[in-house]
């Protein structure tokens, strides 16, 4: 079967599980997001579950999913319990009652709802140490949560829990393992498209693809070795799981902070749908700003990073913490200062100034940092914007800045711009592009508008940075001190070159030019004359009716 046609009846499973939600009462709910994810994590813990079985368990090797369930139902407690050693640290153990199969068994049965609920329970339990992340406070966030329980109707938790397992146990994905990144980071966008809206004071603008890709390739064109990756402002994690595959996945570890479980949850799901469980006790959720989680051995300081990567809010109301971040105890991190609380608007305190502190402070001596924020912070000539951009540039760590088409974010109308720090660049040249051309126009959804880069365009950006390539009208190569000279502005347009044509013309040419542009000035002159004999004939008029 080929990879295209498994991902058509992917995303054919997950809107029959949205339909399922809808017949049951759960569309659009709060607790649908919650349904449909994690049906779908059963659903791939299960399959791979069974496909590493298959590949590690030698009397297992060359058999059908269907011939594998069938030995393992048939195996005796303690044979199954020797069998799950062979596995890896990163594999969800399922016990013999935990197969879909074994719970589409029980399907029609009355309170078909609690056995499979208890299943998700049991799978949670069995996989605690490897697969929970956790709160700022250590609490563990399971796995699973009883799904019947996001649906207030009794009556529809049978047929809910029916529907789903009915879908779950017609389709199968051990065909798409070995392509890992490749086939699931489309399947998680297609996965929680309709979720990832308002999930929390801290969330992220959903972050493209395409900008996740522009990012990782420009970060690690070659890849690295041993090096860790992190991100303040996570939401689902699209720029640590883009990262981490053009890095390599096990030559990584991928560290997170996010304030909402919500995102933390998808997060999570993020990361095993990805191969990266062995990040997964690294996923936190708690206030970074406030409360910064990944800390150094001694618990002295904030813990520094190989890479770091985000695409913190813009603007979100922080006040209720504010004046404790402006206190004394945080100065060290967000020595450039705090934004004031408006008068009108709390919702338009820029908190990204306060994650670029974070991020600048939380990166290693030879680190390097990729940062989304609005295009204006670019040439802001005062305030907090500035001493940030005076920091940046006195301690030479700027690589370069790409400002990005308008709506490359589909949700959101600000102009973007991507700022690349690296600390190995001291003595190095700067590139500045302006990419704000790029792009073709697109509908989103029959309303909102996405600009949408094409390969050939992304390769451009991509390929010219790299290259530190000076391109007319597109990039520029300057020095720290040229920069200096232009007030610290970080903005391609401020440095290209301003081309006025020449053409080679005969005195007679010249002559025969002048004559037509002074003709056609004594023409307008004429024109100009006559307008205004006309406005005061008009105007003694008037004062002559006035005085009638």
Known sequence: ??????????????????????????????????????????????????????????????????????????????????????????????????????????????????????????????????????????????????????????????????????????????????????????????????????????????????????????????????????????????????????????????????????????????????????????????????????????????????????????????????????GEAYNKRFWAGVPNIPNKDKAKMAIYLMFLQHIICSMKDDGKAAIVVPTGFLTAGSGIQKKIREKIISERMLKGVISMPSNIFATTGTNVSIIFLDKANKDGDVVLMDASNLGTKEKVDGKNQKTVLSDEEISKIINTFNDKRQVDGFSVVVSYKDIEKKKLSFSAGQYFEVKIEYVELTPQEFTDKMNNYMTELQGLFDEGDKLQKEIMDQLKKVNLNENS
């Open 1 to 326: 079967m080929q990879i295209t046609e498994v991902k058509q009846k992917t995303y054919s499973m997950i809107d029959d599980l949205k339909s399922a939600c809808n017949q049951a009462g759960a569309g659009n709910s709060p607790g649908e997001y919650k349904i449909i994810t994690q049906s779908f994590l059963y659903k791939f813990l299960n399959d791979k579950f069974i496909y590493e079985l298959g590949k590690k368990v030698s009397e297992f090797k060359g058999k059908s999913t269907a011939e594998i369930e069938a030995a393992l139902k048939a195996k005796s407690h303690a044979d199954y319990e020797l069998m799950l050693l062979s596995l890896d640290a990163g594999t969800a153990v399922l016990g013999k009652q935990q197969l879909i199969s074994s719970v589409y068994a029980h399907k029609g049965e009355v309170d078909f709802h609690k056995i499979f609920d208890k299943a998700l329970e049991d799978i949670s339990n069995m996989n605690m140490d490897i697969f929970a992340v956790h709160t700022g406070g250590k609490s563990q966030i399971k796995l699973f949560t009883p799904v019947s329980r996001e649906i207030t109707d009794d009556e529809k938790k049978d047929p809910l829990c029916s529907a789903i397992i009915q879908k779950l146990a017609t389709s199968s994905f051990a065909e798409v393992f070995e392509q890992k990144y490749d086939f699931f980071a489309d399947i998680f966008e297609y996965l929680i498209k309709d979720y990832n809206k308002d999930s929390g004071r801290y969330a992220e603008y959903y972050t493209p693809h395409v900008i996740a890709g522009i990012i990782a390739r420009i970060m690690a064109p070659n890849g690295a070795t041993n090096v860790t990756v992190y991100d303040p402002s996570a939401g689902t994690g699209t720029l640590v799981l883009a990262l981490a595959h053009q890095i390599g996945e096990d030559h990584c570890t991928i560290y997170t902070q996010d304030i909402t479980q919500k995102s933390n949850e998808f997060m999570r799901l993020n990361l095993i749908l990805n191969n990266l469980v062995h990040s997964l006790p690294n996923v936190i959720q708690d206030d970074t700003l406030l409360n910064p989680r990944h800390l150094n051995k001694t618990k002295t300081d904030i813990e520094h990073f190989d890479y770091i990567v985000s695409n913190p809010p813009f603007n979100v109301d922080f006040s209720e913490t504010r004046d404790t971040l402006a």
